[in-house]
């Protein structure tokens, strides 16, 4: 097990930007690819962005690519996620997780991720 706590949401204006970081402790951190997903008032929580263990891969979903970049200090215990240019529809609750059995085919299910945070909100005003 690994716990997770977010860190850096708040309110921001369209067009700003703000860096999510997700701490990690307990279990080796280096072993776990990492993810963030989001969810919105009366959304499912969905996909972001993940990064794996190395780091080499990156994946996004279509809606944040170009805007918004994940990556990862295994020497800190710590994976981020930079979000520029945000959008009124970027606001929701963002959520870190972790999983040691991610691959190429699953990273964007929820259901692949065993280890949680509680989530740190993202509001983008108009």
């Known amino acids: 097990q690994v716990r997770l706590v977010e860190s850096g949401g708040g309110l921001v204006q369209a067009g700003g930007s703000l860096r999510l970081s997700c701490a990690a402790s307990?279990?080796?951190?280096?072993?776990?690819?990492m993810g963030w997903f989001r969810q919105a008032p009366g959304k499912e929580r969905e996909f972001v962005a993940a990064?794996?263990?190395?780091?080499?891969?990156?994946y996004y979903t279509d809606s944040v690519k170009g805007r918004f970049i994940i990556s990862r200090d295994n020497a800190k215990n710590t994976v981020y996620l930079q979000m520029n240019s945000l959008k009124p529809e970027d606001t929701a609750v963002y959520y870190c997780?972790?999983?040691?059995?991610?691959?190429?085919?699953?990273?964007?299910?929820?259901?692949?991720?065993?280890?949680w945070g509680r989530g740190t909100q993202v509001t983008v005003s108009s």
């Open positions: 997780a972790a999983s040691d059995r991610a691959n190429s085919g699953n990273y964007y299910r929820a259901r692949t991720y065993e280890n």
């Open positions: 990064i794996d263990e190395s780091p080499t891969n990156t």
């Open positions: 307990g279990r080796t951190f280096s072993y776990y690819d």
